[in-house]
């Protein structure tokens, strides 16, 4: 006859805390090189400072200013068309003649996707243009703009909005599309409707190909900016930093031509790594949108 044993009973075990001092060090603190080198921006520095000295080694060997001049006579010209002649008023001209062209094209963009988000017609008129438009050069369209609109800052505007609108209109688009159906009918359950849908849930919520597509538009209307401005220069006999560079470059100033030329890539950088980068950081990765 088998007899039934009460399963033996496991000791109770007590562990007594121990303090996170006898662990050692955990993690091992990053040397003051380490730390340096671990900042994106002084990386870009560094690369930075390699390109002007190569740029200064290979002018020098060449030896010859007509064709390549040298990083620091480039920046001397850039230095002394800043504060002594006119490459300053000429960036600004272009900055205002852009950011007049660059804002009318975000509008037409944005007016052009909410239609295409809020009716089938709209999505069909959206690809249908884009499709027919996108690839079209938007340098292209100047001769046209300038019958149709004369030597005047429209025609560059026009070209501007060109290379803007498609752009952001695809990405803004795409963005929103991509947006969950678990926020659409949190949308739709709180009653929005119309704009307040498209302004409360879809836009913060496609907010980083919204943004992306803002950079891309501004890379194409700054290109086609100068580009235009070379033939619009030529035309008109003023401009900004286009007729800069195809004047000194009739001149033979190839510093200055070079000059003209760092003057766009700095904007671009500037653009690039403070203004675009503040806006980042005040939308989507304060809001979790992108890490």
Known sequence: ????????????????????????????PLSVWERITNQGWVRKLALLVVIAV?????????????????FSATVTAFIQGIFGGDLFTKAMTSLRVLMLGYA????????????????RIGT??????????????AIALLPLALIWFGLGTGSIVFVIIHSVLW???????????????TLRMVGRNYGLTGLRYVARILIPAA????????????????RTLIAAELVFGVSSGSGGLGWYIYENKNQLEIPNVFAGLFTVIVIGLIVENV??????????????LQS
């Open 54 to 70: 190569v740029w200064e080694i290979y002018a020098r060997q060449l030896n010859n200013p007509l064709l390549f001049p040298t």
């Open 275 to 288: 203004v675009f980068r503040v806006l980042e950081a005040k939308t989507v990765r304060k809001w979790g």
């Open 124 to 137: 069909d008129l959206l690809e249908l243009l884009t499709s027919m438009f996108n690839p079209l050069p």
């Open 104 to 119: 009318a094209g975000i509008a037409c963009a944005a007016i052009l996707t909410v239609v295409a988000i809020t009716s």
């Open 207 to 222: 907010f980083p190909s919204i943004l992306t597509g803002l950079k891309i538009g501004w890379a194409f209307a700054w």
């Open 1 to 28: 006859m088998n007899v039934m044993t009460a399963p033996a009973r496991r000791p109770e075990i007590l562990r007594e805390p121990v303090s996170t001092a006898s662990f050692g060090i955990v993690e091992k």
């Open 167 to 181: 752009a952001v209109s695809l990405n803004t688009h795409s963005g929103f599309l991509s947006v969950s159906n």
